[in-house]
């Protein structure tokens, strides 16, 4: 429960390691995790083909990347392969595997993405995000 006392910026960190925390175990249910939920997402849904791009979509740095993908890739869930333009480029691709993989976490975000909408009109959830960006551009340094 948050203390009207507590520092807003300190209400979202503990909102958002709680969220986190529970996201992770909605997904740990059916074989996965937050970052293995991220990295398939994203290969999946958009149009990343390269470590460089998959990087930058999920908002993580290079070396983070390669040590998901590296489990990943051991998992069978997505493979790797050197792009014959450019051999410093790694193209990334999800297995069958790795869709099947997906689906389910694709099943459990959206399950839980909607215990979190619980009690929620979409005129607040609107407005949740419109406070959430403001306190992100807030937190920018001048």
């Not at 925390?21 to 991220?38: C, P, Y």
């Not at 014959?84 to 389910?104: D, K, M, S």
């Not at 993405?113 to 920018?140: F, I, K, P």
Request: no cysteine.
């Amino acid at each position: 429960m948050s203390s009207p006392d507590r520092p807003i910026g300190l209400a979202v960190s503990v909102t958002a390691k709680a969220l986190n925390r529970a996201f992770d175990d909605a997904l740990a249910v059916v074989g996965g995790s937050t970052s293995t939920w991220l990295v398939l997402q994203a290969v999946t849904s958009t149009e990343v083909a390269t470590q460089g791009q998959l990087a930058a979509a999920i908002g993580v740095r290079q070396p983070t990347l390669t040590h998901h993908l590296d489990g990943l890739e051991r998992a069978g869930l997505v493979t790797r392969t050197r792009d014959p333009g450019n051999r410093r480029v790694q193209r990334i691709a999800v297995t069958e595997a790795g869709e099947h993989l997906f689906l389910r976490l694709r099943r459990a975000a959206a399950a839980f993405e909607g215990r979190l909408r619980a009690g929620l009109d979409d005129d607040d959830v609107a407005t949740l995000r419109r406070l959430l960006a403001q306190l992100e551009e807030n937190a920018q340094p001048d």
